[in-house]
């Protein structure tokens, strides 16, 4: 039986071609900045996202850990939405390793209110408060389903949060699929800002790896922040192709994605599936498990047992993501699959 995994867009695995050509990398001691493959992701990136220069990292919680010590300090505060991927899923790393307070806004709509900074800045001259120093985005938005921001609001957003004075971030895990959404340069979202992370391993296709972009000071002080962490590797560069490839190949077809996730969630509405309406719907669908369904664990089991993995993210919703590993064909079996078991 095939199996069909919907569980996250990071479940892709490297292609033929990506795997041939990390085989062959040219690689060399990356602390050293001598490993070509690395420093040409990294030339790559920065000139992608229109910033002086951009490191290599293992992992995206990593790349915005090393922005939050190279923007911020011990005791400062950090801007971040309540239904953020820093907030919710990076264990607490912000203020257990980069010491910053945490002050949460609201981004039920993918990204807080512009309106909503000035009164979270507490670098207002009274005593008590910690300086607020970085406001923290994430574009396109997980946890509300996936939202691909427009370049407008984040724009918006981010020139309020430049006015205050802050170190504006992007958690852009996912910023190509907000990019392809809304048919712009990804500049449109990265001219915005300070920093923005991007992971090579979740829709592009890489098997690890995000990249860090910035100024080059802000790069070098994330260089040592990097090293302090553990996280300098040596000949990365087998890893680096394999991302330069990604980038260079998978950005366009992140259209495909976005069409399979729309035609899963029209299947399952069509079959009575409550899946949760999102403006700017990208590669991802969420639905309620409702009254009457089985219990997410059954859920899942039993879908499983048909061959499809999907996650069940927090109780009684579940979440499907679709990527280069899975096709309209896929798409069209997993519905029926879910329908069949929820009407059991
Ligand atoms: C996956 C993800 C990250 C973290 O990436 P890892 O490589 O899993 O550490 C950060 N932000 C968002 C929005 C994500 O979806």
Redesign the pocket.
């Known amino acids: 039986m095939k199996i069909m995994d919907f569980r996250s867009d ?1 479940v892709t695995k490297p292609s033929e071609e990506m795997r041939r050509i990390m085989a062959c990398a040219e690689v060399g001691d990356d602390i050293y900045g001598d490993d070509p493959s690395s420093n040409a992701l990294s030339e790559y990136a920065a000139e992608l996202t229109g910033k002086e220069a951009a490191i290599y990292t293992c ?6 850990l090393l922005a939050f010590l190279s923007a911020g300090r011990h005791g400062e505060s950090l801007l971040a939405g309540k239904r ?3 907030w919710n ?2 264990v607490g790393g912000f203020s257990a390793i980069a010491g910053l307070c945490p002050y949460p806004l609201n981004d039920d709509e993918g990204i807080p209110a512009a309106a909503d900074l000035a009164p979270a800045n507490r670098a207002d001259n009274n005593i008590h408060h910690p300086d607020t120093t970085i406001l923290c985005l ?1 574009n ?3 946890y509300t389903g996936g939202i691909a921001v427009s370049p407008e609001r984040f724009a918006e957003v981010a020139r309020e949060g430049h006015r205050l004075g802050f170190h504006v971030h992007l ?1 852009g ?2 910023i190509f699929n907000a990019s392809v959404f809304h048919g712009v340069d990804v500049k449109a979202f990265t001219d915005e800002i300070d920093s923005v ?1 991007f ?1 090579l ?2 829709g592009l296709g890489a098997p690890m790896g ?1 990249m860090l972009c910035g100024s080059h000071e802000f790069i070098e002080r994330a260089k040592k922040a990097r090293k302090r962490i553990g996280g300098a590797q040596r000949q990365v560069g087998i890893a680096a192709a394999a991302g330069l490839y990604a980038l260079k190949n998978n950005i366009p077809r992140l259209s495909e994605d976005h069409d399979n996730a729309k035609l899963l969630s029209e299947l399952l509405i069509k079959g009575g599936v409550h899946v949760e309406e999102v403006p700017n719907m990208t590669n991802m669908i969420f639905f309620p498990m409702l009254d009457g369904y089985p219990s997410d664990e059954r859920f899942v089991s039993a879908c499983r047992e048909r061959g499809l993995l999907l996650n069940a993210l927090s109780p009684r919703r579940v979440r499907l993501v679709t990527h280069l590993d899975v096709d309209r064909e896929d798409v069209e079996r997993a519905a029926s699959i879910i329908l069949e078991v929820i009407s059991q």
């Open positions: 990071t992992s995206g919680t990593m790349g915005n953020s991927h820093v899923a990076e994430e396109t938005h997980n958690d895990a996912r992370q992971c391993s979740k995000s």
